[in-house]
C-alpha cells in the first residue's frame, strides 16, 4: 500500500518562500512508469495542478505558477518537495501530494491519480 504524507509551514508571510516535503512509503519515486505531483484546492476552488516530477526525474510545471515553482527530489529519503516563492494570500490552499500513472492533465482531475496525501493547509498571511 503507497501511502504520502505532506508536511511543511501551516502559516506563511507575503513575499516568503515556503517548501512542502512528500513523504513516500510502500513503493519507490524512481518506480516507473509513475508521475509524483503537487496539486493544491483554495478554500471554495477547484483542484490547480502546481507540478509533477516523473519517475525519471524529469519535472513538469503548471506555466501560471513556473516562475514561482521548483520541485525536486530526494530518493536517499524517498521524498519529493515543492518550493514556491513570492507568495501571496492567492497561494493560501490545502495542498496535496499524489501519484499518478500518467502525466496530470492541466484541469486535472482526482481520477487521474491513485494515491493522494491527506492533505496539509497552508496559509499566506501577515
Known amino acids: 500500500q503507497v501511502q504520502l504524507q505532506e508536511s511543511g509551514p501551516g502559516l506563511v508571510k507575503p513575499s516568503q518562500t515556503f517548501s512542502l516535503t512528500c513523504t513516500v512509503s510502500g513503493g519507490s519515486i524512481t518506480a516507473g512508469y509513475y508521475y509524483w505531483s503537487w496539486i493544491r484546492q483554495p478554500p471554495g476552488k477547484g483542484l490547480e495542478w502546481m507540478g509533477t516530477?516523473?519517475?525519471?526525474?524529469?519535472?513538469y510545471l503548471n506555466p501560471s505558477l513556473k516562475s514561482r515553482t521548483s520541485i525536486s527530489r530526494d530518493t536517499t529519503k524517498n521524498q519529493f518537495t515543492l518550493l514556491l516563492t513570492s507568495v501571496t494570500p492567492e497561494d493560501t490552499a490545502v495542498y496535496y501530494c499524489?501519484?499518478?500513472?500518467?502525466?496530470?492533465?492541466?484541469?486535472?482531475?482526482?481520477?487521474?491519480?491513485?494515491?493522494w496525501g491527506q492533505g496539509t493547509q497552508v496559509s499566506v498571511s501577515s
Open positions: 499524489a501519484r499518478g500513472q500518467l502525466l496530470p492533465s492541466m484541469h486535472t482531475r482526482r481520477s487521474e491519480y491513485d494515491y
Open positions: 516530477i516523473a519517475f525519471s526525474g524529469t519535472t
